[in-house]
């Protein structure tokens, strides 16, 4: 009950009444069977939601049946206590109260989101009338589209690998990137991964091998786990609050307000963006600041050696101007 109560608070206390009203329709002959397998995927996928508020997904279709058979017969059972009128106010009484903390935790913070974002344009009200150009608008600011973006970009600029289509074929090479970002470079990019949305579900040691990477403080590291997973490329993001690792100060090189690392030696910058993105995990009301790349993608390289003559003792140095495909430059020194 501990993890149910943290998982929906007040409103845990009444899932079991979507549990036990398809059990007392069971008793009507003519429903039995329908009202015993809705009770038996209830049972399992109710026992699955409480452990786990991701399944909660799954859970909802057979909860809302299940509300809805508990509703009629409480309305049926009113409607032999009292007027049919009143017994019809009483269940819609009961159903708002049941409804009253979903919208206050889902639906409202969400409408509140978009008449803000309405509100900051001047054809506010012209908006209103479409619906659909209000999700595009959204979408077209969000983090998840600048991802999808992102992705498409990356297949376009990597080589074409073997087993997309093919589940006996096997890739040439992997994209590292956060597990999160799994599934979009999966379908958008046609690469494959280590480690993605599934989590340790899928593979453990390689999910766990991702986060690693990350989270290490060293070029030396990081491409010591990269080599292991068998992978080529690195997809990086501006985490900005989170977590830093190389590969993230790497990633925020000469961007606004935040130190540069030392020039790596085995990642080469292959292409940034999308234009006018942002970040997943950053809400799309918020500013983006400018000069800021909300996704990157490199190529581990084996590196080079410069040969060069200078008198015993004398500090030399390499410096190029690297131009990336969004127009920015900035050097890169050794």
């Not at 009113?78 to 009253?100: E, K, N």
């Not at 910058?269 to 918020?286: H, I, K, Q, T």
């Amino acid at each position: 009950m501990a993890w149910a109560l943290r998982s929906y608070g007040g409103f845990a206390m009444v899932l079991p009444v979507a549990l036990l009203a398809p059990l007392v329709r069971a008793r009507e002959r003519r429903v039995r069977a329908a009202a015993l397998a809705l009770a038996a995927w209830s049972t399992l996928l109710g026992g699955l939601a409480v452990a786990q508020a991701r399944f909660g997904n799954e859970f909802a279709p057979f909860a809302s049946v299940g509300f809805a058979l508990a509703l009629a017969g409480l309305a049926g059972l009113l409607a032999h206590l009292m007027p049919s009128r009143a017994a019809l106010a009483a269940t819609l009484a009961v159903a708002g109260v049941l409804v009253t903390p979903v919208f206050a935790m889902e639906h409202l913070p969400t409408t509140s989101r978009t008449l803000a974002h309405l509100s900051q344009r001047n054809d506010a009200f012209r908006w209103l009338a479409s619906d659909r150009r209000i999700a595009m608008e959204t979408a077209r600011v969000a983090g998840d589209h600048s991802l999808t973006r992102f992705a498409r970009m990356v297949r376009r600029y990597t080589p074409e690998t073997s087993g997309y289509l093919d589940a006996r074929g096997r890739p040439e090479y992997g994209v590292l990137c956060l597990p999160r970002y799994g599934h979009d470079v999966h379908y958008w990019a046609r690469r494959a991964t280590p480690a993605n949305n599934f989590g340790p579900y899928l593979d453990t040691p390689k999910y766990l091998a991702s986060l690693r990477f990350f989270r290490a403080q060293t070029e030396s590291e990081a491409v010591a786990i990269a080599a292991s997973l068998g992978v080529r490329y690195v997809l990086s993001s501006d985490r900005a609050g989170e977590e830093q690792g190389y590969v993230d100060r790497v990633h925020a090189v000469h961007a606004p307000g935040r130190p540069s690392p030392p020039s790596p030696e085995r990642l080469r910058l292959v292409v940034e963006g999308p234009a006018g993105g942002r970040p997943l995990l950053v809400d799309y009301l918020a500013p983006y600041p400018s000069g800021r790349v909300p996704f990157r993608l490199f190529e581990l390289v084996e590196g080079a050696i410069l040969e060069a003559e200078a008198p015993p003792g004398t500090p030399v140095v390499a410096e190029t101007t690297v131009r990336p495909n969004l127009g920015r430059r900035f050097a890169y020194r050794r």
